[in-house]
């Protein structure tokens, strides 16, 4: 089994800063990607930043710029950096693991438990 624990969210004004970090641990294959995603209230999950194993990365329009996603792979970590924080990015954030096993077998995903980001104007 997986899992992911994050941390690192709270409470900040506009313009202001949070890191948060979530820390995988158990069966972690080497073929995976990580991702942050975002749920606000009354909307869907949204998809905010992906990693993958060779630290390739991708971001939603609305962040880039701003955040910066990053990881530890000898510590199963991944971190997201939020500058130039605004309202609108207030919301739960999720960290997601994508792996599989090998080439040959499914993609699975694993979800931590999220982390209220709140951004006052």
């Known amino acids: 089994q997986v899992q992911l624990v994050e941390s690192g969210g709270g409470l900040v004004q506009t313009g202001g800063s949070l890191r948060l970090s979530c820390a995988a641990s158990g069966s972690i294959s080497s073929i995976n990607t990580m991702a942050w995603y975002r749920q606000a209230p009354g909307k869907q999950r949204e998809l905010v930043a992906t990693?993958?194993?060779?630290?390739?990365?991708d971001y939603a329009d609305s962040v880039k710029g701003r955040f910066t996603i990053s990881r530890d792979n000898a510590k199963n970590t991944v971190y997201l950096q939020m500058n130039s924080l605004k309202p609108d990015d207030t919301a739960v954030y999720y960290c997601?693991?994508?792996?599989?096993?090998?080439?040959?077998?499914?993609?699975?995903?694993?979800w931590g438990q999220g982390t209220q980001v709140t951004v006052s104007s």
């Open positions: 997601n693991l994508k792996q599989r096993r090998n080439m040959f077998s499914s993609f699975r995903d694993y």
């Open positions: 990693i993958t194993q060779g630290s390739t990365t």
